[in-house]
């Protein structure tokens, strides 16, 4: 039983930083990826940022590159998502999410299996 559970969002000022946080538990970190997702009302799923969990490789949304930053610790199994510069556009539900498919587009796409409840981050 897969369970993800965010942690870390809130409300900042343009230009403040946030760290969501996304504790794993019975998810196997050999399997094929994770990351995050956000949904803001009225707006499509956007995949933010992720990371392939057989490499390094990490990819990320055009509209957060330069500014957000996905990592895994693997010995706390936590997945994190550190915000700087935030914007108003970057205010929506956050959800972390795994998948076990691998198929990398459906990573890069942000069609996981898996997810959590979601955090809200709302920037002003």
């Known amino acids: 039983h897969v369970q993800l559970v965010e942690s870390g969002g809130g409300s900042v000022q343009a230009g403040e930083s946030l760290r969501l946080s996304c504790a794993v538990s019975?998810?196997?970190?050999?399997?094929?990826?994770m990351g995050w997702f956000r949904q803001a009302p009225g707006k499509a799923r956007e995949a933010v940022a992720g990371l392939l969990l057989g490499g390094s490789n990490t990819y990320y949304a055009d509209s957060v590159k330069g500014r957000f930053t996905v990592s895994l610790d693997n010995a706390e199994n936590t997945l994190y998502l550190q915000m700087n510069g935030l914007k108003p556009e970057d205010t929506a539900l956050y959800y972390c999410?795994?998948?076990?498919?691998?198929?990398?587009?459906?990573?890069?796409?942000?069609?996981?299996?898996?997810r959590g409840q979601g955090t809200q981050v709302t920037v002003s």
């Open positions: 019975g998810y196997t970190f050999s399997s094929y990826c």
């Open positions: 999410a795994a998948d076990d498919r691998g198929v990398d587009s459906y990573c890069y796409m942000g069609y996981y299996t898996y």
